[in-house]
C-alpha cells in the first residue's frame, strides 16, 4: 500500500495526502516517499502542492516507538533523523509553492513540515474540550528544539511567543494558532484541503516570474534555518538518547496508547 496518495487538481496543483495509518507518524520511509513525491511533482511540471494528512490527523510527528526501537544506537538514530531533515530541506527547497492542509493534529514535527510551507490551512476543532492542536512539545520529553526549528517557528509567531512556546513545549489549539498566526486559515474539516487548493490557484494567477522571484527572497531565512549547521544533528541524537530522555520518551508513549 503506498504511504502517500496523490491527486491532480486543476491548474496544476497537485495533493500529496499522506497515508500511513494510524497518524502519519514519520518513519524514514514516508520521509523518502514524501521527498521523491516532491521531485516527482517538480519534474511533472506541478505548480503548486498541497501537503495533507488524514481526517483529524495531518501527521503525529516522527513515529517515536519505531525510534524507541532503535535503542541507543547512535547510527542508526542519526540515519532516521537524517530522513526527516532530507524532508524539513526538500520542503524548504522546492520549486514551487506548497501549502500544509493540516486536515487535523500536526504535533512535533508535524508542526515542523507545516512550518516550512508556504502557507497553512488548518481544521477547526470539532468540540472545544477535544481541540486539534499543532506546537512543538521538545521540552516536555527533555530535549532542546534545534535553533533552525526554533527560528521557523519566530518567523511565524514573533520572537516573544516563540520563546513562551518552546520553553513550555506547548501544544496549541487550532483556534489559538491562528489567533497567534501560526496557521493562515481556520476552516471546517471539510473544506481544509479545498481552501488550501483555492488559495494555491489564486497564489498562481499571479504572473509567475514576480511571484516566484519575491517567493524566493521571502523564503531565504526558512532556508537558512534548516541547514546543518543550525540543526547540528549529532548533539540533537546525543541528547535524545540520553537516559532522561528515553525514560520520558517512553512513559509519553505509555500514556498515548492508553488513550
Known amino acids: 500500500m503506498s504511504l502517500i496518495e496523490l491527486h491532480d487538481h486543476t491548474h496544476g496543483v497537485r495533493e500529496l495526502r499522506m497515508a500511513r495509518a494510524p497518524v502519519n507518524a514519520l518513519d524514514a520511509a514516508l520521509c523518502q516517499a514524501l521527498v521523491d513525491a516532491l521531485a516527482q511533482a517538480a519534474t511533472d511540471g506541478a505548480r ?19 525510534l524507541l526501537s532503535l535503542g541507543r ?20 527547497d522546492a520549486p514551487m509553492p506548497v501549502v500544509a ?15 516550512c510551507c508556504d502557507y ?14 499543532i506546537g512543538l512539545n521538545e521540552t516536555q520529553v527533555g530535549l532542546v528544539a534545534p535553533e ?3 527560528r521557523l517557528l519566530r518567523r511565524a509567531v514573533g520572537e516573544h511567543r516563540a520563546a513562551w512556546l518552546l520553553m513550555r513545549g506547548e501544544l ?9 498566526g501560526l496557521v493562515d486559515a481556520l476552516v471546517e474539516l471539510v473544506e481544509v484541503v479545498p481552501q488550501s487548493v483555492e488559495w494555491l490557484q489564486a497564489l498562481l494567477a499571479r504572473p509567475a516570474a514576480a511571484m516566484l522571484r519575491t517567493r524566493q527572497i521571502a523564503r531565504a531565512t526558512l532556508i537558512q534555518a534548516v541547514q546543518p549547521e543550525l540543526i547540528e544533528l549529532e548533539r ?5 538518547t540520553a537516559e532522561e530522555t528515553q525514560q520520558a520518551l517512553q512513559a509519553m508513549v505509555a500514556r498515548v496508547r492508553k488513550r
Open 48 to 66: 503548486g502542492v498541497v501537503l495533507s494528512g488524514a481526517p483529524g490527523i495531518f501527521s503525529g510527528g516522527m513515529d517515536v516507538p519505531w
Open 73 to 92: 544506537d547512535q547510527a542508526a538514530v542519526l540515519d532516521a533523523w537524517e530522513a526527516f531533515f532530507r524532508l524539513v530541506r526538500a520542503l524548504a
Open 236 to 240: 540533537f541524537v546525543q541528547a535524545w
Open 120 to 133: 497553512r490551512v488548518m481544521a477547526a476543532s470539532p468540540e472545544a474540550s477535544k481541540p486539534f492542536t
Open 172 to 180: 496549541v489549539s487550532a483556534e489559538h494558532a491562528h489567533r497567534i
Open 148 to 150: 533552525g526549528i526554533q
Open 101 to 115: 492542509a493540516l486536515t487535523g493534529h500536526a504535533p512535533a514535527g508535524g508542526c515542523v513540515l507545516a512550518l
